[in-house]
Every structure is written in structure tokens, then in C-alpha cells.
């Protein structure tokens, strides 16, 4: 009898579902690291976005309260000191001769409800010859003539100055409601910076909206001053370039300066007043123990001697004059 050979069953080996396992591990490892990623920059456009939002309402909220005529910004009387568009040195706005007296700039002014009601008048202030920006917060009695001169309290602060963003929830899955309401995170605050171009002229202001995320409004905190005045202290930039050397003494920490930290050029000069510059940290380099070169965009406008490292700070909006009427 003739025997008829067995027909093989064709199959895989052991070592080829190996080697299939193990290049399919390669490839998984590879997706998961998407996943980090992806929800980092879905973390970033999510606070671009809410900063985008927060800056327009501050927009409507300046237009429509009118905050550069607010009465605590620019005082009952002009020509008084009350007004803070002009240095609280000054007596009145004959004597805004710094500036190029009442055909000049103004001084700054910074509207910051939250640390104006902690008592802090000045923001970025570092000594003489650094006298700093004054700061503000305001009454709306604009808008509303009954309301009288009083500040914004801290509750009318975080409803007109924050963004009721996201809602905050019990490990249950319900809404926060024990205090009454739905509970809201209020992370994203703004302050808005002011200058008219010209002192005499209140129709025309310059202005800047800051847009913060989780800053401390208990106490101030967040705006470390660094200024040439003060011994072992070293600020320097030249105009036209991007770079500011910072240097500080070895009692104290180093800067917490990190990629995006915005600082404001609070230098004083004759010619222009407080700067009041905002320039992003694009990068920077250890230069020493206690020294740093920092690289920030835009290029530096003004010679700068004094800074602030301004700390929860994710974006700074220039509106210019061309928003208001």
C-alpha cells in the first residue's frame, strides 16, 4: 500500500507572535505618549481661551463702567492729588513737568481691586529713585450714581474683575451649592493698567489688561521687585535689544523665572515717566550663582533698571486707545 505524504498546516512559530508582541508594544508605547501630550496642549488652549474670554469682558467692563473716569482713579477735583494719573508727589497737574507737563504722558495708574483692598497702594515699588505705580480700585459710580465713592468690596470685585469659570463639584458628582449658589472657581482674575498720552486729556487712554490664573488675592504675593538702587541687586537692559541681565544677592532666593513668566520694566526716567512695560520670558540662562540672563519678547522699549517678576501672570493684552470712544 502506497502511503500518501501529510499535507502541512501552515501556522505561526512561537518566536514570530514574539516578535509581533514586541513590535506592537513599540508602537502602543509610542500612542500612549500622545495622550500626555494631547491633554498638555488641550490644558494650554483651554487657558488661552478663558484668558481670550476674561480679556474681552474686561474690555466691556471698562467701556461700559467707564473705569479711566472712575472718581477713585481720577479723583472728584482734577487738579488734586486724588488724581492718580499724576505721581502722588505731584500737587496737581501743572506740575506733571516729568513728562513734559500737561501736553505729556500721564503717569500710570494700575486698577487691581484685590490688592488695592489689602492696602497696597503702589505696585512694583523698589525705592528711591523707583517710586513705582500707583494702584487702584474703583466704585462704579459711573454707572451706578448711587453707589457713592466706596471701593468695590472683595465679592464685587470677583464678580466684575474674575471669570465665573468652571463649576466646582462634590466627590459625589454634584454641584457645590452650600453656600447658596452654584460654587465657581473664579481661577482667571485680570488688573488693568492706564495711561493717557496726553495728562490733560481724559478722553484718550492707553491701556493693558493682565489676565492671572490662581493668583493669591488673601494677601499680596506674586510681584517681586528688583531694582539697581538696592546693594547687591543688578538690573540691566538696553533699549532695542532682548535681553535683561538680573543679578540679586545671595540671602535671597533666586527669581522664580520660568519659560512664559512675564516681567513689567518699572523704571522711572524723566523722559517717559514709570515705563510700565510688559515683556514675556522666552528663555533664559544661568550667567552666575546668583545671576541670570533673561531673553523676552517684545524687544526692550526703554533702557530698564527695575523689574517686576510678576507671577501667575499668563498673558498680558495691549488694547491700545483704539477700543475706547
Not at 527695575?306 to 495691549?318: D, G, P, R
Amino acid at each position: 500500500m502506497r502511503l500518501r505524504p501529510q499535507s502541512l498546516r501552515p501556522g505561526i512559530t512561537l518566536l514570530e507572535v514574539l516578535t509581533a508582541i514586541f513590535i506592537m508594544g513599540i508602537g502602543m508605547l509610542a500612542l500612549l505618549t500622545l495622550f500626555p501630550l494631547g491633554a498638555l496642549n488641550m490644558a494650554h488652549a483651554l487657558r488661552d481661551d478663558r484668558a481670550a474670554n476674561l480679556a474681552e469682558n474686561a474690555d466691556a467692563v471698562i467701556t461700559v463702567h467707564d473705569l479711566p473716569n472712575d472718581p477713585l482713579v481720577v479723583g472728584d477735583v482734577p487738579a488734586k492729588i486724588s488724581n492718580a494719573f499724576v505721581s502722588p508727589a505731584e500737587a496737581n497737574f501743572a506740575d506733571l513737568t516729568a513728562g513734559g507737563g500737561w501736553m505729556g504722558p500721564s503717569h500710570p495708574v494700575l486698577i487691581d481691586p484685590f490688592y488695592a483692598s489689602l492696602g497696597s497702594p503702589v505696585f512694583g515699588a523698589a525705592g528711591a529713585p523707583q517710586p513705582g505705580i500707583v494702584r487702584r480700585s474703583v466704585s462704579l459710580r459711573n454707572s451706578h450714581p448711587l453707589r457713592g465713592l466706596t471701593p468695590l468690596s472683595v465679592p464685587e470685585a470677583v464678580r466684575w474683575f474674575s471669570l465665573p469659570d468652571d463649576v466646582a463639584f462634590f466627590p459625589n458628582g454634584l454641584a457645590d451649592t452650600s453656600s447658596g449658589f452654584v460654587a465657581r472657581g473664579n481661577e482667571y482674575t485680570y488688573s488693568v493698567f492706564l495711561r493717557r498720552p496726553r495728562a490733560s486729556d481724559p478722553s484718550v487712554v492707553e491701556r493693558k489688561v493682565i489676565v492671572y490664573k490662581k493668583r493669591v488675592l488673601t494677601l499680596q504675593d506674586g510681584e517681586t521687585v528688583y531694582n539697581n538702587a538696592v546693594p547687591g541687586m543688578a538690573v540691566a537692559g538696553a533699549v532695542n535689544t532682548s535681553t535683561i541681565n538680573l543679578a540679586w544677592p545671595a540671602t535671597l532666593e533666586r527669581p522664580k523665572i520660568r519659560y512664559n513668566t512675564w516681567v513689567c520694566d518699572v523704571t522711572y526716567d524723566n523722559a517717559n515717566l514709570t515705563h510700565a512695560q510688559f515683556y514675556r520670558i522666552v528663555g533664559y540662562t544661568e550667567t552666575g550663582a546668583n545671576s541670570l540672563a533673561l531673553e523676552v519678547q517684545p524687544p526692550l522699549k526703554y533702557d530698564c533698571t527695575a523689574l517686576v517678576v510678576m507671577e501667575n501672570v499668563i498673558e498680558v493684552f495691549e488694547r491700545g486707545t483704539g477700543r475706547l470712544p
